[in-house]
């Protein structure tokens, strides 16, 4: 669960936002006094350099906010319950935006767009995404990337695991992770081993080029340590809220499947995983800090992608208008939208967590629903309230 748009500008927010802004403002100005290029419109398959991958996230990024969980991993069980109809309506290509952490993988992977955005009110959003960014580019493997995000030695030959099933895989991460853990002589080869990997992940993601602060790193070294300590048994946490029972692992959202019963998340084959591994290699997956409601990030969005020549495809938006109603900043949202170039056929992926009324959507077991709606029907607005907004003209999922 994303919440985009709330407290922005509160003092937990700000502890680690200032330097990120003085220097994102002091970037912007000199790029338009030396009369900074637009991004280049896109070649297939060719990588952005570095240097504009780094200069795109400042550029588009505005203000960061405050939303009370860590959003290490996703809450939405169903999550994955869109896929079948996503790749019934061709939406290959073009630019895929979304927001939060990893489940975005997920339909990058189903979608292969050209390049992706992910944007989140959270900067601490874009430094997870640069700790996975570091870990994938480095990962040939499911079985290497998930050893290393949970801090464990990977098999001997990691080639062998490249047709295994993610069942397969998983079993074997978390059967390591364990023994690793219960062995009190390993233990303290473990956490050397971990330091010396994040030494590597450290170097890795300052090479980006991007402007982060000492606390940004330890930011990012903490994420990685929650991965590492909790192993595939972590899960979504709220702040001040207490856990709910049906908030997934991530081990579950790992070995989710589709509505037909399918496995088909980003790790659930080599060339699923493969798909986003390439595309972060190529700096085509690039994090900004964004509120869908905000004045300034989603339109830069929109400069940038006409400047590439590119159309959204699909926008994953979670239950971020939820909080945007509550608000009342979703007609600020549907402004920032109308400024998006997009495919005639481009689509807004949502999860709703409903109580007390059903959505038409909604697939038994599952507590929360993942839809699907015609971004045209989105940007016509003309909506009555949230529930409107999340069944109109609502896509089938089988």
């Given at each position: 669960?994303i ?25 912007a ?5 030396a ?15 570095r ?8 550029r ?11 959003n290490?991993i996703s809450?939405?069980?169903?999550y994955?319950?869109?896929?079948d109809?996503?790749?019934r309506?061709?939406?290959q290509g073009?630019?895929?935006v ?9 339909y ?32 040939p493997?499911?079985v290497?990337?998930?050893?290393a ?8 030959d990691?080639?062998t ?23 009190p ?10 330091d010396?990997?994040h ?20 930011t ?11 192993g ?9 809220r207490p ?6 692992t991530?081990?579950q ?5 589709d ?16 798909v ?8 085509r997956?690039?994090?900004v800090?964004?509120?869908?409601a ?5 339109r ?12 959204l ?12 109603w509550?608000?009342?900043t ?7 939208a ?16 409903g109580?007390f009324?059903g ?11 993942q ?6 029907t989105?940007?016509?607005?003309g909506?009555s ?6 069944t109109?003209?609502v896509?089938?999922?089988?």
């Amino acid at each position: 669960m994303i919440a985009a748009g709330r407290v922005a500008g509160s003092p937990a927010a700000r502890s680690g936002l200032e330097r990120w802004t003085w220097l994102v403002v002091l970037v912007a100005a000199a790029a338009c006094d030396a009369g900074q290029p637009p991004a280049r419109s896109l070649e297939a398959q060719e990588p952005i350099p570095r240097a504009e991958f780094a200069a795109l996230v400042q550029r588009i990024s505005e203000d960061g906010g405050y939303f009370d969980t860590d959003n290490l991993i996703s809450n939405e069980t169903g999550y994955l319950n869109v896929m079948d109809a996503l790749g019934r309506r061709g939406l290959q290509g073009g630019a895929y935006v979304g927001v939060g952490p990893d489940q975005n993988y997920s339909y990058i992977a189903q979608l292969r767009p050209d390049v992706a955005f992910l944007t989140d009110v959270r900067r601490d959003n874009v430094l997870q995404h640069l700790l996975l960014k570091a870990l994938i580019e480095h990962a040939p493997t499911r079985v290497e990337f998930l050893s290393a995000l949970h801090g464990v030695t990977p098999p001997a030959d990691p080639s062998t695991w490249e047709g295994a099933s993610v069942e397969a895989v998983v079993a074997w991460v978390d059967s390591a992770w364990a023994e690793e853990r219960a062995d009190p002589e390993r233990r303290g080869d473990a956490t050397a081993d971990f330091d010396a990997l994040h030494d590597r992940v450290r170097s890795a993601i300052d090479a980006y080029g991007l402007p982060l602060s000492e606390s940004d790193f330890v930011t990012i070294r903490r994420f990685h340590r929650s991965f590492a300590d909790q192993g595939l048994s972590l899960r979504f946490t709220s702040f001040g809220r207490p856990p709910r029972p049906y908030y997934p692992t991530y081990r579950q959202l790992t070995l989710e499947t589709d509505v037909d019963g399918d496995r088909v998340s980003y790790l659930a084959s080599s060339e699923r995983y493969a798909v986003v591994r390439d595309m972060h290699r190529a700096n085509r997956i690039i994090p900004v800090v964004g509120d869908l409601a905000g004045r300034s990030a989603l339109r830069a969005l929109g400069d940038v992608m006409r400047e590439m020549g590119v159309e959204l495809r699909a926008f994953y938006v979670s239950n971020v208008e939820f909080y945007l109603w509550q608000l009342r900043t979703f007609d600020r949202w549907l402004g920032n939208a109308r400024a998006l170039p997009a495919n005639g056929d481009a689509v807004v992926i949502r999860s709703y967590f409903g109580n007390f009324r059903g959505h038409p959507s909604a697939v038994p077991g599952y507590y929360a629903t993942q839809t699907l709606q015609p971004w045209s029907t989105l940007v016509a607005g003309g909506f009555s309230g949230y529930w409107e907004t999340i069944t109109r003209d609502v896509i089938p999922l089988d």
